[in-house]
């Protein structure tokens, strides 16, 4: 078995105790040290978040349960502006004691369909440490939105200027007369005044 790297988001699991059914229910705050997320959308490194955590002994390792808020930011695609969204997550995962990993990664070599989720991030320390993010990424990373919008309607930028149309004047556009046509322009804005 191979070394566990060091865990990213340690979780202390003192005080669970080893008896299948043990529980143990709490709240932490931990600092995520690199951003979770997609390229378009994340949750910045260096925030921190508020988790209510449940873990669980069982036979094979422990099951953790960790749900929280988390403020997400990322860039319109249309516009370019900077989009905050707060998204909510939970997600229980198991972590296996590595002797129970190592047998299951054996039994289903060939069959991966089976336990996708067998993974040594979800792994029981041997210090009864697991490592949280992995749970937090596959926990908040479908929760952002495939295409990053600042509102469903984000009108995007103008093609002629650049400007973002959602701050432009009720209107804005650019005219692109034909010189030979401007004799007659005076009379198309006066047929728009009108009709304004
Ligand atoms: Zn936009
Ligand atoms: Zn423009």
């Known amino acids: 078995m191979k070394q566990v790297k060091k865990a990213a988001i340690p979780?202390?699991?003192a005080g669970l105790g080893s008896a299948e059914g043990?529980?143990?229910s709490w709240r932490v705050q931990v600092e995520l040290p690199a951003a979770i997320g997609t390229e378009d959308?994340?949750?910045?490194a260096g925030e921190t978040l508020d988790l209510q955590v449940l873990a669980v002994?069982?036979?094979?390792?422990?099951?953790?349960?960790?749900?929280?808020?988390?403020?997400?930011?990322?860039?319109?695609?249309?516009?370019?502006?900077l989009v905050e969204k707060d998204i909510d997550f939970s997600l229980s995962r198991v972590y296996y004691y590595p002797d129970e990993l190592a047998h299951l990664l054996n039994e289903v070599s060939g069959d991966s369909s089976m336990y996708a989720e067998l993974d040594e991030v979800y792994q029981v320390c041997p210090d009864s440490r697991v490592d949280l993010e992995?749970?937090?990424?596959?926990?908040?990373v479908p929760q952002i939105p495939y295409s990053v919008l600042c509102?469903?309607?984000c009108p995007g930028l103008c093609p002629d200027?650049?400007?973002a149309l959602a701050h432009a004047e009720a209107g804005h556009h650019h005219e692109k007369i034909d010189p030979r046509w401007s004799a007659l322009k005076?009379?198309?804005d006066q047929e728009g005044d009108k009709n304004a």
Do not use: H
Request: proline fraction near 6%; include cysteine.
């Open 11 to 13: 979780l202390d699991l």
């Open 22 to 24: 043990d529980s143990k």
């Open 41 to 44: 959308m994340a949750v910045p």
């Open 57 to 81: 002994a069982i036979s094979e390792g422990v099951s953790i349960s960790a749900s929280g808020q988390a403020r997400t930011q990322g860039e319109c695609v249309r516009c370019l502006e």
């Open 134 to 140: 992995p749970l937090l990424i596959d926990a908040i």
């Open 151 to 153: 509102s469903p309607d």
């Open 161 to 163: 200027c650049g400007i």
């Open 186 to 188: 005076g009379i198309f």
